[in-house]
C-alpha cells in the first residue's frame, strides 16, 4: 500500500535524526522534501547543479549526459554522442558549456543552452611497443575545470607496459592531465600517482590541481607548472572524491576506508576525520559557505556534517543503490544525489 506524501515526509523527518542519534542540530536542515528524477538506464554516476542553480545535469553509465529542469523537476534534454560510460561531467563557471569524460578515455563540450557538441578531445598516454613509442587512449574518471574557467584537468588510468623493462610489477598506473580553456590544448601531465586517479579539485584561487587515488594518497600540484607541492597521506584505503572548502583553507576527502577527513591545505595535516558511513565513501560536497558538508555513500545513505565541530546533523535514507555523487545547488536550498538504483533524487531545504 503506497504511503500518503504526508507520511513520506515525517518518515523522511524521523529518519534523518533517528539514524544519526543526535539532538537536534542548531543548524537549520529541514529537508520537507524528496523528488525523483528517472530516466537514465543505469547508474548515475555524477551530477552537477549549473552555476545559476536552473538546471542539473547528470552522467551515467548507460552513455548519456541529460539536463533537468529542477524547478519543474522534468528533463530537458538528453545528449547521445558518448560512445561509452559517462563517468564523470564538469560545468563552466559562466554555464554555457558542459563537459563530459568517458571511461574510453574521450572528453566532449557541449553547448548547454542547445545540446550541440562542440568538440571531442581524447586523454592519451605515452605507450612503448615492439615498433617504438605510441599512445593509446586512457581510462577516465574524472574532470575538473579551475574557477577562473582557464585551465581543466582529467584524470584517470592506464595498463602499464609489461614488456617494459623497468615494469614494476603494477599493472594500473595514474594519469592527470592538465588543459587549457576554452581551446583544450594539451597542456602537460601529471604522473605523480603510482594507481587510480578518481578524483580532481581545483583550489578556489585556481592555482593548486589536488587529485585523490587509488594509491591512498591526496596530492597538490600547482596548477600552472604542474610541479608536486605536497603528498597528503592518512587514508588506508582509495581516496576516491575530494573537495576544497569555498576559502580554500580545508581539503575533505572521502575513501573506500568508510572515512571522511578535513585537511588543512596550508601543512597538510588531517583536522578531523569523520566516521558514520558503513561503505566506501563515494562523494563529498560543501555548502556553498562551507559551513556544511554533504556525503554520498556506498551504503546508499547521504549524510550532512558540521564542518566547525565535525559533527553529524542528519542521514537522509531514500535511494535503493549506493550514492555516486551529491551536489549542492549554489544558493544552499537542493541536494541532488545520483545512484547505482539509476535514479536522481533532489532534497529540497526550506
Not at 12 to 36: C, G, H, K, R, W
Not at 44 to 68: I, Y
Not at 84 to 89: L, W
Not at 323 to 336: G, H
Request: include cysteine; proline fraction near 3%; charged fraction near 20%.
Amino acid at each position: 500500500m503506497a504511503l500518503s506524501f504526508r507520511l513520506r515526509l515525517i518518515l523522511i523527518t524521523v529518519t534523518l535524526y533517528a539514524l544519526a542519534n543526535i539532538a537536534m542540530p542548531q543548524l537549520s536542515l529541514d529537508f520537507v522534501s524528496e523528488q525523483t528524477l528517472e530516466g537514465h538506464s543505469e547508474t548515475v554516476t555524477s551530477v552537477s547543479f549549473s552555476p545559476d542553480g536552473e538546471m542539473l545535469a547528470s552522467g551515467s553509465n548507460d552513455k548519456t549526459v541529460r539536463f533537468w529542469n529542477v524547478k519543474e523537476n522534468r528533463l530537458i534534454r538528453t545528449l547521445d554522442g558518448h560512445n561509452d560510460e559517462v563517468k564523470s561531467i564538469a560545468f563552466f563557471p559562466n554555464g554555457r558549456i558542459l563537459v563530459s569524460v568517458t571511461w574510453n578515455g574521450f572528453i566532449k563540450f557541449w553547448n548547454v543552452q542547445t545540446g550541440e557538441l562542440i568538440q571531442t578531445m581524447a586523454h592519451k598516454v605515452p605507450y612503448r611497443t615492439a615498433y617504438g613509442l605510441a599512445q593509446k587512449n586512457s581510462i577516465l574518471w574524472s574532470v575538473a575545470i579551475s574557477p577562473d574557467g582557464k585551465l581543466m584537468a582529467t584524470g584517470g588510468q592506464y595498463r602499464k607496459n609489461s614488456s617494459n623493462p623497468l615494469w614494476d610489477g603494477k599493472v594500473w598506473s595514474g594519469t592527470v592531465r592538465l588543459w587549457s580553456l576554452p581551446k583544450g590544448e594539451s597542456l602537460r601531465n601529471l604522473e605523480w600517482h603510482t594507481d587510480v586517479v578518481y578524483s580532481l579539485a581545483f583550489s578556489p584561487d585556481s592555482k593548486i590541481i589536488a587529485s585523490g587515488s587509488a594509491d591512498r594518497t591526496i596530492q597538490f600540484c600547482n596548477a600552472q607548472t604542474g610541479e608536486l607541492i605536497k603528498t597528503l597521506e592518512g587514508h588506508t584505503d582509495s581516496v576516491l572524491t575530494i573537495a576544497f572548502s569555498p576559502n580554500g583553507k580545508i581539503l575533505a576527502s572521502g575513501s573506500a576506508d568508510k572515512t571522511i577527513k578535513f585537511w588543512d591545505t596550508e601543512n597538510g595535516n588531517v583536522i578531523k576525520t569523520l566516521e558514520g558511513h558503513k561503505d566506501s565513501v563515494l562523494s563529498v560536497c560543501f555548502s556553498k559557505y562551507g559551513k556544511t558538508l554533504a556525503s554520498g555513500s556506498k551504503d546508499g545513505t547521504i549524510k550532512i556534517w558540521d564542518v566547525q565541530k565535525g559533527e553529524l546533523l542528519a542521514t537522509f535514507v531514500g535511494h535503493e543503490g549506493g550514492v555516486t555523487e551529491v551536489d549542492y545547488s549554489p544558493d544552499r536550498t537542493m541536494i541532488a544525489s545520483g545512484s547505482t538504483d539509476k535514479t536522481i533524487k533532489i532534497w529540497r531545504i526550506k
